[in-house]
């Protein structure tokens, strides 16, 4: 069967593995241990071991994401060196060569920026990741995967993979609205390791090592400059993308399909929608005073470490904490470039099926390095108020092999193999408030909680 054929009948996804720790033998042995040269995690050619996890003391069910990954799993692949990846087999962010020993780095360009030819080789590598099935991971589907034999894993395409990773690390813990991978401290850092996965598993795909994915500054924009089809698609009255885009064609994975937006076709997957502006609650980009608002925040953040955080220049940065010059807006910084978008890219569900989902995060990412640099002293926070999921000494679900939360706290992008190049234009002067403008709203149920 098709990746699609497959993937319509799929209800919900719970999570995404290894392909060889999908096996019946690893599910029973709770090992995700691949062989690598002849040995598990290659430990007869020195890259890594099979390390005993702690064992489970979580009473069943339990949300996969807690403690992750011991509901499956007893020991999982430690890599030495610079190695890197579930086996052992890749090199670290920023090595590279047979024994990844040799330094590897790309400048990440704003999307603007680059060339007609590196443009449509970044565009052919989404399309190709999209309609490529992913070799190395599978995604799992059950009602409750605590009962024995009741794994059912489904094949996936590498782009797709993604979306599924950002939804299952982006669903509400039951009771709650924390989640693993947003309000809270963990936020930037694991959207950072995100896009080194995509990377990574695109430069596998391609044979490009160099592929990277640039980033967007919305802040040089009063409107969606990037909504063409020339990048990523033109939008009709109707949010559809223009059927002369190559991205008219891209079909959204979620497990709300037929209920998110009024286009979705109720007998298969909704095509990607956006109505940027057209949401009179959110008709505007973050500003560039509204950057240099957050930018100029000295804490990381602060107490009780949530949506509500004060003071919190992560807070600021995700959009729950306006800037001072914006109390008019119900969104801000991150969080209003999803709702600004209006469709695909402002529900939680959705949001990475967009390609403007990666370049948006990149810019965010580059925001982050750039406050990181001017606060050395900062550090990751260490107390009982973080969710549970958001420590700093819990994994990040979830990746393989294991990273805590503040594992990339300290490693800079020079470390892992990037920097941003600046734009080629000088910023033009900020816009305030009053510039803020646009109407009508595309009818589509708005839960983000990006």
């Not at 009709?236 to 209920?259: A, H, M």
């Amino acid at each position: 069967a098709t990746i699609n054929s497959v993937l319509k009948s799929v209800c919900c996804v719970d999570a995404q593995f290894p392909r060889p720790c999908t096996t019946p033998e690893a599910l029973q042995t709770r090992t995700c241990c691949p062989l690598l040269n002849g040995s598990p995690c290659g430990f007869s050619s020195g890259r890594g071991v099979c390390a005993p996890h702690p064992a489970r003391d979580l009473p069943k069910p339990v949300d996969y994401r807690v403690n992750w990954p011991r509901v499956f799993y007893d020991s999982v692949c430690t890599c030495w060196g610079n190695y890197d990846g579930y086996d052992c087999s890749q090199c670290l962010p920023g090595w590279t060569g047979s024994q990844c020993l040799q330094r590897h780095h790309v400048e990440r360009k704003e999307i603007t920026d680059l060339s007609d030819s590196e443009r449509e080789t970044f565009i052919s590598s989404l399309h190709q990741a999209k309609h490529s099935p992913s070799g190395r991971y599978m995604i799992l589907t059950s009602n409750d995967t605590t009962v024995v034999g009741n794994s059912v894993f489904h094949n996936t395409s590498v782009y797709d993979l993604y979306v599924w990773m950002h939804y299952y690390s982006a669903k509400s813990y039951a009771g709650s609205e924390n989640n693993a991978a947003h309000r809270g401290p963990a936020f930037i850092f694991w959207h950072r390791v995100f896009l080194l996965f995509i990377e990574r598993e695109i430069r596998e795909l391609t044979g490009n090592q160099d592929f990277y994915i640039p980033y967007w500054d919305w802040t040089r924009t009063n409107h969606c400059n990037i909504c063409t089809n020339e990048y990523f698609g033109g939008v009709g009255q109707d949010g559809r993308i223009d059927s002369t885009s190559q991205f008219s064609k891209w079909k959204v994975r979620s497990p709300y399909l037929g209920i998110i937006c009024i286009h979705s076709d109720a007998a298969g997957p909704a095509h990607l929608i956006r109505n940027p502006g057209k949401d009179p609650v959110y008709k505007t980009l973050p500003t560039a005073a509204d950057v240099e608002d957050t930018m100029a925040t000295a804490l990381f953040d602060t107490p009780p470490f949530d949506k509500t955080s004060r003071k919190s220049f992560r807070n600021k940065l995700e959009g729950f904490e306006f800037p001072s010059d914006s109390r008019d807006l119900n969104a801000s910084m991150h969080n209003l470039v999803h709702r600004y978008l209006n469709g695909t890219m402002s529900l939680v569900p959705t949001a990475a099926n967009d390609p403007i989902f990666m370049l948006h995060h990149s810019f965010v990412d580059k925001l982050l390095e750039t406050w990181l640099q001017d606060h050395g002293e900062a550090t990751y926070p260490d107390s009982d108020h973080v969710h549970p999921a958001q420590r700093a000494q819990a994994y990040m679900a979830p990746f393989f092999p294991l990273r805590t939360n503040n594992y990339y706290w300290g490693r800079d992008t020079q470390s892992l193999g990037y920097s941003y190049k600046e734009h080629s234009l000088s910023r033009p002067a900020a816009r305030n408030s009053g510039t803020r403008g646009a109407a009508g709203r595309h009818d589509c149920k708005n839960i983000l909680n990006n």
